[in-house]
């Protein structure tokens, strides 16, 4: 279930703070961060985004 418009515009990556990109219609909801030497996903679990650096997955 993909998140709301207006949730998605406030949120951004703790780490670097560029946005996040919206892949919760996936097998495996996340949110991607887009920024250029990042690029974390973070989980998203009951529809609740865990924005933990620590529960991050590191790109491949």
């Not at 993909?2 to 996040?20: K, M, T, V």
């Not at 974390?40 to 790109?59: F, H, S, T």
Request: with cysteine.
């Amino acid at each position: 279930m993909p998140l709301e418009a207006g949730l998605l515009e406030i949120l951004a990556c703790p780490a670097c703070h560029a946005p996040l990109n919206d892949r919760t219609a996936a097998e495996n909801p996340e949110l991607i961060c887009t920024g250029t030497d990042c690029g974390l996903a973070y989980p998203v679990r009951d529809g609740i985004p865990v924005l933990l650096v620590d529960e991050a997955r590191r790109p491949a």
